[in-house]
């Protein structure tokens, strides 16, 4: 059964009393800048005291020389979460670089954002079709030691026709219904099942709601049939 991860991309009180209000059910919480830059080590250690059953995604897309991200990657381990992204941009020698120290912490690739799209690529010189880039970094990605990879729902089934199966991470989750925001490439979690994930990733539409228990239940409902 796919898993549920809720981001936790909101403040610091807030995120203490999601946690605490959601800490019964089988969730990862993601945790991104908003919290891991003024917070640290202190929001990490304290969704584990709330929720010590849940699993912890740390969601900070390295991308940087390959000894910078090894030792990012080394630091992520020692603060025990399960998940860690980076971004597959860093090429081959970055991600095995990554890759040799992740120890108990899954490595997942970024390719494409979910709020980018071919106008973006355009806008950067790229010339490839949005498919191809994605497949390409996703190739590297998988071949260089990730255990996973972060995809739009549109891209899943694509990509595991192509590679095999692989941990798929799917941003961009919406229950029928919800706002995309500043997301160009959604799904709702029933359809993203469909296709292949594995974790959908769901952010402001549990966050920002009045009742954030009855719309997880919800989902979890949904993805479970």
Do not use: W
Request: glycine residues 10%.
């Amino acid at each position: 059964m796919a898993k549920l991860c809720v981001a936790l991309d909101t403040d610091y009180e807030k995120a203490k009393k999601l946690v605490e209000e959601l800490k019964d059910y089988p969730l990862i919480f993601k945790v991104g800048y908003k919290l891991f830059i003024p917070y640290g080590r202190e929001v990490i250690d304290t969704i584990k005291g709330i929720s010590p059953k849940a699993e912890l995604f740390l969601d900070l897309k390295l991308h940087d020389i390959p000894n910078t991200v090894r030792n990012g990657v080394m630091g992520a381990t020692q603060l025990g979460v399960d998940y860690l992204t980076l971004h597959t941009l860093g090429g081959k020698e970055m991600i095995e670089a990554a890759a040799g120290v992740k120890g108990n912490t899954k490595l997942l690739g970024v390719t494409l954002l979910t709020s980018h799209d071919e106008g973006y690529l355009r806008e950067i010189g790229v010339n490839l079709p949005k498919e191809e880039f994605i497949l390409r970094l996703a190739k590297i990605g998988l071949e260089s030691g990730c255990d996973g990879l972060v995809c739009s729902a549109h891209e899943v089934a694509f990509l595991k026709e192509r590679l095999g199966d692989f941990l798929a991470v799917v941003p961009g989750i919406r229950p029928e219904g919800a706002d995309k925001g500043d997301q160009k490439r959604v799904a709702t979690p029933r359809e993203a099942v469909s296709r292949g994930a594995d974790i959908l990733v769901v952010g402001r539409p549990v966050v920002e709601a009045p009742n954030p228990k009855g719309v997880v239940e919800h989902i979890l409902e949904e993805i479970s049939l």
